[in-house]
């Protein structure tokens, strides 16, 4: 804008007269050539400004250099020989040479060789004209062409005591100041991982530089190629990120996929970019998301848990159609990637299931156990459950056995969630137990729950079993870890609602009641025919590891279990438990508790403590009430 001013200033000065021009200099106040220079320095620097903008307007861009006939011969050449034959004919200067040096190596490339490998090639006198070309006119070689003869001398293995590397190594080094941000990251790109001392000079070179001049980043594809170069740029990272976030509107969705994807591995979950990433591959149109992309990108969401239901949406209906011509490999991937996100998309499940249904044979053991736990964690089960479940008991029946132990632990487990197991599944993981109790205290902890639930679904769900007993008191063992974990609020304020509920009475109350089925409840009462608390103390207790007093239940009383649900305990964007919490409560049931669910959506709506003790009576005579119904 100021240019602009002061053109438009200079051309008024211009047309002006000079008696006009005289008339708005300040009285002489020197000799008189001061004067005479004071009235011609407006009409020289109106004419000069003038001049300049009129220049402007009549520039044009630089014009390319007419291709030469070894250039039109290069650039149709489709052999070595070829490349080789024009030089030897035409001849020509070091830029020229430098690019029959890049064709040279493209098509070497092609058959996968090197010219080292090439005694003939290496002797032959065209070729050694041409590097010595380049090594004597090196200095004119231009800068774009200078980054890509080193990327093919690298390519075609040039040893590193050649002279005519070490000479495009060194004109690299000296010119790293002037070359552009995309030669910069080309050079670091086709630079990293080689082991020589220049070449890990250049590569520092061209890293100091892009750490210096990143503000120069102005395309999508640098950015997204530099940030999958996230190891070699780590202190660049976040700058990266924001200048990603500054371009997103310019992603393809193949920039998209790439970004997404480096985030995963690196677990950088910057949330704005995220979320600018995610509105923008919104808008990309069903051509640009073909099937891997979506596979990464909800393969990214998982690991970096990030939740965006639209696109989870446009993922699905993408998907939805395309599940017959999905690999084995495919389904398992992406299943699980939502499974990690907690988001159950009820068609596209359905779909899986029916695409293993009619491609078992083409699943391998590990691919059905990871499906089958994906099924387990969201509490799915398929609507053609009796063809999906014989299919995977043919498998199991004659591979569960050879499985590691964790991975075996953890696929009873998943078919106990889906009740599917087997008694005779049970009997494998007694042998198992000495194993499940190495490694870490909280892994070991997760598996000692898991064998206590695997134990009381045996017990709970197939008592007439004859190895029930057995496999209960083999599978049963002492905790390493002592039972504090964190409370929260929600069951912190649950407790205190039922000891007002009870009035104060520690004796008709229990809070955070560890079963010998793996499961802990948030409150336990034991109430008579009018739903008031009696005291428990003597009354037995088989769900507790001591068993509780030695007087019976009294007739007409029930037993409830109170259970706070958290957020974290139900589908994402559903009021469906996930599968290990609909298991918790169905043990409980069938160990004779009522249970008098609390969910969090519920239980936030209440401000005071009178609302609190209301809503929880009304939640106890609805439980008994449906309980007296069945």
């Not at 848990?305 to 998907?319: D, G, I, K, P, Y």
């Not at 042998?431 to 064998?451: D, F, I, M």
Request: net charge positive.
């Amino acid at each position: 804008m100021a240019s602009r001013l002061l053109v438009r200033y200079a051309r008024l000065l211009s047309r002006a007269s000079p008696r006009a021009a005289a008339a708005h200099l300040p009285p002489p106040v020197a000799g008189p050539a001061e004067v005479l220079w004071a009235q011609a320095l407006p009409r020289v620097s109106g004419r000069l400004l003038c001049e300049g903008g009129s220049i402007s307007r009549k520039e044009s861009p630089p014009l390319l250099p007419t291709l030469t006939q070894l250039d039109e011969l290069v650039e149709k050449a489709a052999t070595l020989e070829e490349v080789l034959s024009a030089w030897a004919e035409q001849g020509g200067d070091g830029n020229q040479a430098a690019n029959a040096m890049v064709k040279l190596a493209k098509l070497q490339k092609g058959k996968g060789r090197s010219i080292t490998k090439n005694p003939d090639l290496m002797t032959d006198p065209r070729l050694l004209d041409l590097m010595d070309t380049i090594n004597v006119q090196v200095s004119s070689v231009w800068n774009g062409t200078l980054v890509y003869v080193l990327r093919a001398l690298w390519s075609l293995s040039v040893p590193s005591t050649a002279v005519v590397l070490r000479s495009v190594q060194t004109e690299v080094l000296w010119r790293v100041r002037r070359l552009t941000y995309r030669q910069l990251a080309f050079l670091v790109d086709c630079g990293t991982g080689r082991k020589g001392q220049q070449e890990a000079a250049i590569v520092k070179a061209a890293l100091k530089q892009m750490e210096l001049r990143w503000t120069e980043i102005s395309d999508a594809k640098t950015v997204s190629a530099l940030l999958c170069k996230g190891d070699m740029l780590s202190t660049l990272m976040d700058r990266l990120e924001d200048k990603a976030l500054e371009l997103a509107e310019g992603f393809s969705a193949e920039d998209i996929r790439k970004v997404f994807v480096s985030l995963a591995g690196r677990s950088r979950r910057s949330v704005p970019l995220l979320r600018a990433l995610s509105y923008h591959l919104l808008q990309k149109p069903s051509s640009e998301l073909t099937t891997p992309i979506l596979l990464d990108i909800a393969y990214a969401y998982g690991k970096l848990n990030f939740h965006h239901t639209q696109v989870f949406q446009r993922m699905a209906s993408e998907l939805l159609p395309r599940v017959p011509e999905l690999s084995s490999a495919d389904v398992t991937r992406c299943a699980k990637s939502l499974g990690f996100l907690k988001w159950l998309h009820l068609p596209l499940f359905e779909a899986f299931a029916e695409h293993y249904t009619t491609n078992s044979e083409k699943y391998s053991t590990l691919q059905l156990c990871n499906l089958l736990m994906t099924l387990a964690r969201l509490g799915f089960q398929p609507s053609t459950g009796e063809d999906f479940y014989s299919k995977v008991h043919t498998v199991l029946d004659g591979s569960l056995s050879g499985l590691e132990p964790f991975l075996q632990t953890d696929v009873v487990w998943s078919l106990c969630v889906l009740q599917q197991a087997k008694p005779h599944y049970f009997t494998n993981l007694t042998q198992h137990v000495t194993k499940l109790s190495e490694g870490k205290p909280a892994q070991v902890e997760n598996y000692r729950l898991k064998l206590l639930h695997i134990a009381a679904t045996l017990h709970l769900e197939h008592p007439d079993s004859s190895e029930t007993a057995a496999s209960m008191s083999a599978l049963t063992t002492p905790s390493i870890l002592p039972p504090s974990s964190p409370v929260s609020p929600l069951q912190s304020s649950l407790r205190e609602a039922l000891q007002s509920l009870v009035g104060g009475r520690t004796e008709a109350l229990r809070t955070r009641v560890n079963t010998v089925y793996g499961w802990t409840i948030d409150g336990e009462l034991v109430v008579d025919c009018e739903n008031k608390p009696v005291d428990m103390l003597m009354l037995k207790a088989p769900h507790l590891l001591d068993g509780g007093g030695d007087q019976a239940l009294p007739l007409g009383s029930r037993r409830l279990a109170f259970l706070a649900w958290e957020f974290p305990n139900f589908v994402s964007r559903s009021k469906d438990l996930l599968g290990r919490f609909a298991m918790m409560k169905r043990h409980l049931q069938l160990a004779g508790f009522i249970t008098v669910e609390v969910p969090y959506y519920e239980w936030l709506e209440l401000k005071s403590d009178w609302q609190k003790l209301a809503y929880l009576k009304d939640k106890m005579g609805k439980a008994v009430a449906e309980d007296m119904a069945k």
